[in-house]
């Protein structure tokens, strides 16, 4: 911490600073209190300073100094209370639901029995009426026939982390994936027993949940064999960092780092191995213009692995519209859209009306949640430019 310059790069591309103002809110600003305070007198206001940070790593890829500002945050979040903090009960509930991402499932039923009756009679600006807009596209569930042709059987088994999202909430996103590799005869398959990757537990600072999490998703992944294919971007990080989570453990350290060495991400997949054709132009076909928006946790890794540009160049009739000022964060943040929901607002409108301005026809990604809030981002903003994973894209184009 005492490492810092206080340069203030990181206030330059932070998108909380940009959005708040706050010098508090700023990498440095946090580090300051840090060396200032201490933990000893972490006041309400304190505790809602550090939780006003999305761990996007965008401080930490521009530090001079190579501080790890995530890791120092999530460490100073350990030391609060479990309903510390703003929205306290909403993160807490959130966290336990996914120590048991099943319920999930039943969340989806929910919503989708909710956005049938309540959609059209919320008003506009409806905090609720934007969260039911993620069940907009599965109002209906795909035909029997059609669950068939997607089914994926014979051909070369290869090991699946899909996530929580697509196993409970969107479903179709599970389809797209197994036909689009159905196409190069592979057969993806996902242990039943695999757990949440953690992810949200270890960004709350509940590294121990975290770590549960770890143990169970590498105990299954070690009854497996070959590369471990990653759909959701952040999933994939946090798989990654796996070696991370139990650096004070080298018995689990030692098996986290031969997880992780195997873990692949889906579009770097899809690059190395040629699932994915080269689609020339028809000519006939309409040119659709596609906006792709970096998930954090791949844009600011250490290692780029993002090949989804790639891939959607593959199709003649694909056009990628791209901001001027570069891939921006689209504010979700995992549980930070639950703690800090107007700054979070205030970040995601800002980009949608950049992105609208570029007049896209889809917005495709790979993280679940950015998948989320450019969906209530859209609804928001009136749009009806279609959101989708990059699996359902591909397919879509490939068909």
């Known amino acids: 911490m005492s490492s810092c310059a206080k340069c203030g790069a990181c206030a330059t591309v932070c998108p909380v600073y940009r959005s708040s103002g706050r010098e508090a809110h700023t990498a440095r600003g946090k580090l300051h209190l840090l060396e200032a305070l201490g933990l000893e007198k972490s006041s309400a206001t304190f505790v809602d300073i550090f939780s006003a940070c999305l761990l996007c790593g965008a401080c930490a890829a521009v530090c001079p100094r190579q501080i790890d500002i995530g890791r120092e945050l999530v460490a100073a979040r350990q030391s609060f209370s479990t309903l510390s903090g703003p929205h306290s009960y909403e993160k807490y509930l959130a966290r ?11 969340l989806r039923l929910l919503g989708k029995a909710c956005s049938k009756v309540l959609e059209g009679r919320l008003p506009e600006k409806s905090g609720l009426r934007l969260r ?31 996530g929580c999202s697509a196993r409970y909430l969107f479903p179709e996103i599970l389809s797209s994936c197994k036909a689009l590799f159905k196409q190069n005869s592979l057969a993806l398959h996902f242990p039943k027993s695999l ?4 992810l949200a537990h270890w960004a709350a600072g509940d590294v121990a949940a975290a770590r549960k999490c770890g143990r169970k998703n590498i105990e299954v992944l070690e009854r497996t064999e070959g590369p471990v294919l990653v759909s959701c971007g952040s999933c994939y990080d946090q798989l990654k960092k796996y070696p991370e989570l139990f650096e004070d453990d080298k018995l689990w350290q030692k098996r986290a780092r031969e997880i992780a060495s195997r873990v692949v991400e889906l579009s770097a997949f899809l690059e190395e191995t040629s699932v994915v054709k080269t689609v020339l132009a028809s000519g006939a076909g309409r040119i659709l213009r596609v906006f792709y928006h970096d998930p954090c946790h791949l844009r600011h890794g250490s290692v780029l692995v993002d090949m989804a540009r790639q891939q959607l160049q593959k199709n003649g009739n694909i056009e ?52 989320m809030q450019w969906q209530q981002g859209l609804v928001a903003a009136g749009s009806d430019v ?14």
Do not use: N, Y
């Not at 336990?96 to 039943?106: D, N, R, T, V, Y």
């Not at 807009?133 to 982390?161: H, Q, Y």
């Not at 757990?195 to 953690?198: K, L, N």
């Not at 279609?386 to 068909?399: G, P, S, T």
């Open 96 to 106: 336990k639901l996914l120590e048991h991402p099943g319920s999930l499932a039943g």
């Open 132 to 162: 039911l807009a993620m069940f907009r596209g599965d109002i209906t569930e795909p035909s029997a026939a059609e669950k068939k042709s997607r089914t994926t059987t014979g051909g070369k088994a290869l090991t699946w982390f899909p």
């Open 195 to 198: 757990a949440c990757c953690g």
């Open 320 to 371: 990628i519209v791209e901001l001027p000022d570069g891939p921006r964060c689209c504010g979700q943040g995992g549980l930070f859209h639950v703690a800090h929901p107007e700054i979070s607002a205030g970040i995601r409108d800002r980009l949608v009306v950049d992105v609208l301005a570029l007049q896209p026809d889809v917005v495709t990604t790979t993280c679940s949640g950015c998948l």
């Open 386 to 399: 279609k959101v989708l994973h990059l699996a359902q894209l591909l397919e879509e184009i490939a068909a």
